[in-house]
């Protein structure tokens, strides 16, 4: 195989732009250490990353060949392989087969629920795409589809579903509404005019306070997950960063310039980065 085109295959799956690959590993890691009490099983932590390099991949690809109609109409994504013609769609259908049918293989080295729960997982991520012409709520459907692997998670370690895995999901999702809104207020303008729906369009001169509004109550449903698992100080620290990241990306999108709604979303790495940190501390030295 060509260079140029394996190098547009790796394009097409966004490895050259990973910040997605992180925003979907933050909330996997969080599940991940709470439901392994900080000692996540060696076996289901190597099945979770990879996946997750996975299916954010898939995700991609199969995202490209359902806007490969809309993406030459827009600044951003006029140059991705498909909209440019450099990967043919059938090319981006048999990546996202292949992709998919490796996540997979690694998701039946885990327990029967795992399984059973991973179709749905694999609906979410290849449907996800095509919501944003029927609804201007994707970035609603997006949290769900990166928060399965919470629930996920939990069946993979403990075999059960607890509770405490979907006060996680619901924060995830709740955050991931904050940055993806963040993200569609850099391209609004062009989504407007080609038809494509976004909370940023429904929002409208509220977005701003919508963001802030899904970033409070996920670091309140946080909270309440500190609070059921009497998680320590570290804890409850990792969230005042997060907290702090927050209020600066307010900052950044006050005037609405793309430039800077796009530094924003990146900035929610931090932000996963800082409550995950406050759980790998808190389970490390289990301070009170």
């Known amino acids: 195989m060509p260079k140029n085109k394996l190098r547009d295959y790796a394009v097409l799956m966004r490895l050259n732009r990973p910040i997605g690959i992180l925003l979907l590993l933050w909330p996997t890691l969080w599940g991940l250490w709470i439901a392994g009490e900080g000692r996540p099983d060696l076996l289901v932590l190597f099945v979770f990353v990879t996946g997750v390099v996975l299916m ?4 991609c690809v199969i995202n490209d060949y359902a806007d490969r109609n809309f993406d030459p109409h827009v600044a951003r994504t006029r140059e991705r392989p498909i909209a440019a013609g450099r990967v043919s769609p059938k090319e981006g259908l048999i990546l996202f087969a292949a992709l998919c049918l490796v996540a997979f293989g690694l998701v039946l080295l885990m327990n029967p629920l795992t399984i059973a729960l991973s179709f749905a997982g694999a609906f979410l991520a290849a449907s996800y795409p095509f919501m944003k012409r029927y609804t201007h709520l994707p970035q609603v459907y997006l949290g769900m589809a990166f928060g399965w692997s919470i629930p996920m998670a939990f069946a993979a370690q403990t075999n059960s579903v607890p509770a405490i895995a979907w006060l996680l999901f619901a924060a995830n999702m709740f955050w991931s ?3 993806d809104t963040a993200y569609a207020m850099v391209d609004r303008e062009d989504d407007i005019k080609v038809g494509v729906k976004s909370t940023a ?3 409208g001169r509220f977005d701003r306070i919508m963001i802030l509004f899904s970033h409070i109550i996920t670091l309140s449903l946080l909270a309440v997950v500190g609070t059921l698992l009497r998680l320590g100080l570290w804890y409850y620290a990792g969230l005042v960063i997060a907290a702090a990241l927050a209020a600066y990306q307010q900052t ?6 793309p430039e800077k709604c796009f530094q924003a979303f990146l900035n929610n790495n931090w932000f996963g ?3 995950f940190a406050g759980l790998l501390v808190h389970y490390s030295f289990n301070i009170q």
């Open 56 to 59: 954010r991949s898939a995700g």
């Open 177 to 179: 509404v904050a940055y």
């Open 201 to 203: 369009i429904l929002f």
């Open 252 to 257: 950044l999108i006050r005037k609405r310039r």
């Open 273 to 275: 980065l800082s409550v």
